[in-house]
Structures are given as C-alpha cells and as structure tokens.
C-alpha cells in the first residue's frame, strides 16, 4: 500500500478529508518510541477503512526517530512528519534541511509551533523562508498559527483576550505572513489553529469557540478560493472533541494520543464522521 501523496494533504482536499495526527514533541526516549510507533501502526492496521483516504492519519516523532519510523510505518497510509526544519541546505550547524526529510521518507513537516516562536524567537520572516524550503522540497507545511489569550466563549473564564473573529484575523494575518501573501502556496498548506493558551491545558478551548474561529476563518480564505484548506485544531485536544467540532478539519493531537489506544479512538471518531459526510444529510435516518 502507497502511502498518500504530499499534495493528497494540502487544500486540493475535498472538504469531507480528515486528517488526525500526533506529535511526540520530546516526551519519548528512543525505545518507548519505537514501542508507542509500533502500537500506533497496529491501531492503524486494524482500521482498513483508512485505505479509503478519507482519514487521513500522520504522526510527527523526534528527528532520531524519522530513519526507523518510517520503516516501521512502511506500507501503511500513515504519513511521516517532521517537528521543524531549516530553511536551506549548507553551513547550517543543527538544523536539518527539508532535502534531507524528504529523503527519509519525511512527507510534512511542522512549522511554526508556538513553542519555537516563544522559546527559539521564530518570527514571520523565518516561519516563511522555512514554509517556502519545505514545500520546494515536496513537503507538505504543517503550520501552526493561534493567538496568545482566551477569551469569551472559549472554555475559559471571560477575559480581556480574543474573541473568536478576532482570532481568526490574527490566525489569518500568521497565514499571510507565512506565505509571502503567495495564496498559490498557501494552497499546499495545511493549517493548525492551535489557541496558544490552550496548548499544555487541561482542557482544550470549547466546541463552539473552535468551530466559530474556524468559520471566521475560511470566510476570510474563501477570497483566495481557500475556503476548503485543511484547518485542524489542536491544544489539548483528545478523544470525544472531534464529533462536537463543525467545519473543523481534524485534530492535531499531543499527550493525549501518547497512548496508542487514544489514537485510535479519533480515528474512529473520524471515520464515523468521514462515512457520515459521504452518505449526506439525512443518512442517519434512513
């Protein structure tokens, strides 16, 4: 089995694709790694369903572990993804250029995460030379965009911090900055609105405060024919979340989906939703 096309990933996607994913971030050593990779492939394995293409799943495990990931996951509709890149190859020292990712199998890469922006001073002018590197190398961009604090409607107390319109134009305006306004490749993007303030929460932000976001969202790429990109939610997301979600794209998990068995519980969730959008409204009735 092939595993999906980069570009089956990006905002070509008919708006019924989901895609669910994980990243490990720094939580597992190499052995627990391999462990959890062969887990989450049997949780995979058990779901024939994905063949199908319209759950999309992808996991995103520490640089080290991309070499025996990708072995692991061989054959598998999972795609391989990578926690960051360079923005070009040469006298780099420590980073690892998007050419050699997708030599390893690598298919999207992340992008743009919160904690790179705060903690490794990212800006815009970085997150878009490595936007633009990776998708030159066939990669698929996976950039994470949200604002910094909560507000009405968010699951948290009501604050001072973003409505859900505001947070799309800011998650809009990070669109933007990421592609050069180059709405062609933005295209090829897939997007995660993950609220900063919910990422490492107890819980994520509410159902309707995520969905709301979103819809101000594709309102505003719909003038650059976008309105169907791929816009995933993650911040503590997990299992349940999904089903309550409208017009989300999927979920980008963490800690959560540590667990294997979490994991395959979304994509159960997906797929349920998947099969629902095939066969229409009304489906449930009949």
């Known amino acids: 089995m092939m595993q999906p096309s980069a570009a089956g990933t990006a905002g070509h996607d008919t708006p019924e694709t989901i895609h669910v994913g994980v990243s490990t971030k720094m939580y597992l050593g190499y052995r627990d790694s391999l462990r959890w990779l062969g ?3 049997r949780e995979v394995d058990t779901r024939p369903a994905l063949v199908a293409g319209r759950v999309v799943p992808f996991v995103i495990p520490s640089f ?3 070499p025996a990931a990708a072995e692991i996951l061989a054959g598998s509709p999972v795609l391989l993804g990578a926690q960051d890149c360079g923005w070009a190859d040469g ?3 420590g980073e690892v250029s998007p050419s050699l990712l997708s030599e390893l199998g ?3 890469v992340e992008i743009g995460h919160a904690e790179r922006r705060r903690h490794f001073g990212e800006d815009d002018a970085m997150i878009a030379l490595k936007v633009k590197a990776a998708d030159d190398a066939g990669l698929t961009p996976l950039l994470c965009v949200g604002e910094e604090t909560a507000g009405p409607g968010s699951g948290t107390e009501p604050g001072a911090g973003s409505s859900a319109e505001t947070a799309a134009s800011f998650v809009y305006g990070q669109i933007q900055a990421a592609t050069g306004g180059d709405w062609e490749l933005a295209s090829r993007l897939v ?5 900063v303030w919910a990422i490492g929460a ?3 932000a509410s159902a309707g405060y995520v969905s709301d976001a979103v819809k101000h969202l594709r309102a505003r790429l719909a003038v650059h024919g976008l309105a169907g990109l791929p816009v995933i939610y993650g911040g503590s997301a997990k299992p349940g979340l999904l089903p309550t979600l409208d017009g989300v794209s999927g979920l980008f998990l963490g800690r959560f989906a540590h667990e294997a068995a979490n994991f395959g519980k979304v994509l159960d969730e997906a797929l349920a939703q998947a099969n629902a959008a095939v066969r229409g409204p009304g489906s449930e009735q009949g």
């Open 64 to 66: 080290p572990m991309l």
């Open 202 to 204: 107890a819980e994520p």
């Open 39 to 41: 887990e989450l492939h």
């Open 191 to 195: 997007i995660a609105y993950e609220p």
């Open 106 to 108: 690598v298919r999207l």
């Open 91 to 93: 006298p780099w020292t």
